[in-house]
């Protein structure tokens, strides 16, 4: 049997969520690419939001462990507690919401923003030492490793540092289930998305900071949000302009990819003073 080379980053089970069948073993969903301004229509889960080899470990035995664990001790859980949660629109027990929390803890750490913010200072330290061991020849070695990604293994070491704590913060928070209407748009999700939307002190934002309101979507019509302190409903309808700020926020959390069932959907227009339905948006990207 071969052994996958293509790390889903975000999870299949997930992004499956936010897409359409299109066969019996296959779902498809659509793609907007912020940095290149593309649109990928219809594209399958299983070729989007991931990387080859992202999370391949430097194990000669099995390179794909990392994988394999994430898959069998967050993934396999939360998947089983989110069809329950969507099926019932309800948190359906305390240890189904642990799990997806967990499994939303893991994709923040192992995302490739998170990778990206430590790059600069790896590379940084990775040429200072280059430099103090080869000298002059340092210029033509530190040339060649421009390109590569040079930490695979610290990357998945950091990452795996990091889930811990970002549950614990998400685990102290109280939930609501958001819903929306039927004249609502639908949610959207995207390379990055459990995201901080709000707090009572400056930017940045983390999760333990003051007053943080954190969001996740579950699917087209159903999402997440927590808080410090009790909330007054475990679940909430959003309208129209609710959901389209909510998906407004998805953009600017976004990594790179945005994630959708259909154009269905709206944002918020310019300076925040208007709803624009993506379908009318999109049309500039064509």
Not at 147 to 162: G, I, T, Y
Request: net charge positive.
């Amino acid at each position: 049997m071969s052994e996958p080379t293509y790390h889903h980053y975000v999870s299949k089970f997930y992004l499956n969520k936010f897409a359409s069948q299109a066969g019996k073993n296959t779902m498809k969903t659509n793609v907007f690419d912020k940095s290149t301004k593309q649109i990928f229509r219809n594209k399958k889960t299983e070729k989007v939001g991931g990387i080859a080899h992202f999370n391949r470990s430097f194990s000669k035995d099995d390179p794909n462990d990392v994988e394999k664990f994430y898959a069998r001790k967050i993934e396999t859980p939360a998947g089983a507690a989110l069809n329950r949660i969507l099926d019932e629109k309800a948190f359906t027990s305390e240890q189904d919401l642990q799990d997806v929390l967990l499994f939303f803890a893991m994709t923040t750490a192992r995302n490739p923003k998170a990778r990206n913010q430590i790059e600069g200072p790896m590379r940084a330290i990775d040429e200072l030492l280059v430099r103090s061991a080869l000298g002059d020849e340092a210029a033509d070695v530190l040339e060649k490793r421009l390109n590569r990604d040079l930490f695979p293994q610290e990357h998945v070491a950091m990452e795996r540092s990091l889930i811990d704590p970002i549950f614990a913060s998400l685990a102290t928070k109280d939930w609501a289930i958001l819903e929306t209407t039927s004249k609502a748009s639908e949610f959207i999700t995207c390379d990055d998305p459990l995201q901080i939307i709000g707090a009572d002190e400056a930017r940045p934002w983390g999760f333990e900071s003051n007053g943080a309101i954190i969001y996740a979507p579950l699917c087209p019509t159903l999402a997440i949000l927590g808080k410090n302190g009790k909330l007054k409903s475990t679940k909430v309808t959003m309208n129209l302009e609710q959901v389209a700020g909510l998906n407004s926020a998805t953009f600017r959390s976004a990594y790179r990819l945005i994630f959708y069932k259909s154009d269905k959907f709206s944002v918020l227009g310019e300076k925040d003073t208007s709803i624009v339905r993506w379908a009318d948006l999109a049309k500039k990207y064509r």
